[in-house]
């Protein structure tokens, strides 16, 4: 069982910046599993925004994030973070961070399903101002 822990989400106004931050703990036999970062607004079905292999060496985004958001981990310290630039109003949601720890051969792969991750935090809030 792996604990998901998100933190680094708040109000932030147009066009700036926040850092989310998933930290991973519990007992697994290896942390290079995939990871994503997915997110709920209102009124609407989650979505993923971001996922990133088990290797760190394939990344995926949503159209609406690219060239903005960027994913990154750090399997030594159980990290996963989500650096976004730009913000928009309609980036504001609950996000969440997601693993799937489920033994897979190849590390250079990820999922975009949300139904195929099996561990996730308890969301942070991001909340852009216009």
């Known amino acids: 069982q792996v604990q998901l822990v998100e933190s680094g989400g708040g109000l932030v106004q147009v066009g700036g910046s926040l850092r989310l931050s998933c930290a991973a703990s519990?007992?697994?036999?290896?942390?290079?599993?995939?990871m994503g970062w997915f997110r709920q607004a209102p009124g609407k079905e989650r979505e993923i925004v971001a996922a990133?292999?088990?290797?760190?060496?394939?990344?995926y985004y949503t159209d609406s994030v690219k060239g903005r958001f960027t994913i990154s981990r750090d399997n030594a310290k159980r990290t996963v973070s989500l650096q976004m630039n730009s913000l928009k109003p309609e980036d504001t949601a609950v996000y969440y961070c997601?693993?799937?720890?489920?033994?897979?051969?190849?590390?250079?792969?990820?999922?975009?399903?949300?139904?195929?991750?099996?561990?996730w935090g308890q969301g942070t809030q991001v909340t852009v101002s216009s």
């Open positions: 997601a693993a799937d720890t489920k033994f897979y051969s190849n590390t250079d792969y990820y999922h975009t399903d949300s139904g195929l991750y099996n561990n």
């Open positions: 519990g007992r697994t036999f290896s942390w290079d599993f995939m």
């Open positions: 990133i292999s088990g290797s760190g060496s394939s990344t």
